[in-house]
């Protein structure tokens, strides 16, 4: 069984930064691709973020483009986020997740099997 494990979310001011982690454990960590998503009250969860499972390839959302960099230590069983220039329309709970590589492709938002709890990062203006 694979459980994954956020950390790092809190409140910042608009402009300032996170760093998010996420630790996989139960079974080896390279065979998956993992992503951040996101949600809000009211919404669906979004995919913002993606990284296939060798760390060659990333995809990342236009709300997020330039101002997040996802990241990967397959030493560690850890995927990162790194949240730069924040802004209040960030505020969401964040959640990692991590998918087969046989259930499709590392961007598409299906298939991402296995969650963390979340954790919620709030943006104050």
């Known amino acids: 069984q694979v459980q994954l494990v956020e950390s790092g979310g809190g409140l910042v001011q608009a402009g300032g930064s996170l760093r998010l982690s996420c630790a996989v454990s139960g079974r080896p960590f390279s065979p998956y691709d993992m992503a951040w998503f996101r949600q809000t009250p009211g919404k669906e969860r979004e995919l913002i973020v993606a990284i296939s499972r060798w760390a060659g390839t990333t995809h990342y959302a236009d709300s997020v483009k330039g101002r997040f960099i996802i990241s990967r230590d397959n030493a560690k069983n850890t995927v990162y986020l790194q949240m730069n220039s924040l802004i209040p329309e960030d505020t969401a709970v964040y959640h990692c997740?991590?998918?087969?590589?046989?259930?499709?492709?590392?961007?598409?938002?299906?298939?991402?099997?296995?969650w963390g709890q979340g954790t919620q990062v709030t943006v104050s203006s």
């Open positions: 997740a991590a998918k087969e590589t046989a259930a499709g492709l590392f961007y598409e938002p299906l298939g991402y099997g296995y």
